[in-house]
């Protein structure tokens, strides 16, 4: 039978505590997540971000929306909080002066925009705005401590929120590696990431936090997990990094490699 992760007997597996709410910028308590699937907004093309387009609600989790630009094909679906400062009411441009713009890789010829967003709007079914909850403000300094614990959007597969460990610390940013995964799916970000949550975010929001990998990192707390009597609950525990990974260069992807025989998906 398959043991349900539960975050208060890890937090003790592993001797770790999780990093306090106010190191995030995350709402005290997750925002009510009001919007239904076919529901139209704004949203910044993530592609291109100084576009502003059409965007449609494909699904619901938790607190975030799974969208997708119209126009655009089916294979770029992107989530964002109902929170986001990425998405806005249908209106919202045009009454700051600007236009809407076609995704990035619209489908069809660049001249049928006009029309096709014509007919895209024309009958459509308009989140209202008071389903659009204000950014909750950024923290003051970055907080996160090396070892202490976290919920974050596994950004290879952006629709997981996984347990994950603060790696490393440095200026503004933090590297999130994600328990059980062997630094495969780790990340720098900034400390104000909206893609990070703190312990407890998923239970909260009723998403399904994945539970942490089989693989046990490489580092000195191996030994200790071999020769641990309790198998299970040890699998998948994680050491901060011994090593300080490169951060990642800005657009790039992170400096560290995938290890060999781990696939991505
Ligand atoms: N299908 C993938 C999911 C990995 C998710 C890891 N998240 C940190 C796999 O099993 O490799």
Same mark, same amino acid.
């Not at 126009?71 to 998405?87: A, T, Y």
């Not at 959007?153 to 460990?165: E, G, Q, S, V």
């Not at 998923?202 to 030994?223: E, M, R, Y």
């Given at each position: 039978a398959k043991e349900q992760f539960n975050w208060d007997d890890y937090l003790k597996e592993t001797e770790s505590v999780a990093a306090p709410l106010h190191c995030f910028r995350q709402s005290r308590s997750p925002?009510?997540?009001?919007?239904?699937?076919?529901? /139209? =907004?704004?949203?910044?093309?993530?592609?291109?971000?100084?576009?502003? @387009?059409?965007?449609?609600?494909?699904?619901?989790?938790?607190?975030?929306? !799974?969208?997708?630009?119209?126009?655009? %094909?089916?294979?770029?679906?992107?989530?964002? =909080?109902?929170?986001?400062?990425?998405?806005?009411?249908?209106?919202?441009?045009e009454k700051k002066g600007g236009m809407l713009q076609p995704p990035l890789g619209f489908q069809m010829n660049a001249s049928s925009w006009p029309m096709f967003l014509l007919r895209t709007l024309n009958g459509a079914e308009m989140a209202p705005a008071a389903f659009f909850k204000k950014e909750p403000p950024k923290p003051v300094t970055?907080?996160?401590?090396?070892?202490?614990?976290?919920?974050?959007?596994?950004?290879?597969?952006?629709?997981?929120?996984?347990?994950?460990?603060?790696?490393?610390?440095?200026? %503004?940013?933090?590297?999130?590696?994600?328990?059980?995964?062997?630094?495969?799916?780790?990340?720098?970000?900034? @400390?104000?990431? !909206?893609?990070?949550?703190?312990v407890?975010?998923?239970? =909260?929001?009723?998403?399904?936090?994945?539970?942490?990998?089989?693989?046990?990192?490489?580092? /000195?707390?191996?030994?200790?997990i071999q020769s641990s009597p309790s198998k299970v609950t040890r699998r998948s525990m994680q050491s901060p990094q011994k090593s300080a990974p490169v951060p990642a260069q800005r657009g790039r992807k992170p400096g560290r490699g995938k290890p060999p025989g781990q696939s991505a998906v």
């Open positions: 925002p009510t997540n009001d919007f239904k699937v076919g529901m /139209k =907004l704004e949203a910044h093309d993530p592609r291109n971000v100084t576009s502003v @387009c059409i965007a449609t609600v494909i699904g619901i989790t938790g607190a975030r929306l !799974r969208l997708r630009l119209d126009g655009s %094909d089916n294979k770029n679906d992107f989530w964002r =909080l109902v929170d986001s400062s990425d998405i806005q009411p249908i209106g919202t441009c970055n907080c996160f401590k090396v070892g202490m614990k976290l919920e974050a959007i596994d950004r290879k597969n952006p629709y997981l929120i996984c347990p994950a460990t603060i790696g490393d610390v440095k200026g %503004d940013e933090v590297f999130v590696t994600f328990d059980g995964w062997r630094g495969a799916f780790d990340y720098w970000c900034r @400390c104000d990431s !909206r893609d990070i949550f703190p407890g975010w998923c239970s =909260l929001t009723g998403d399904a936090l994945q539970p942490p990998g089989n693989n046990v990192s490489i580092t /000195k707390s191996s030994a200790k």
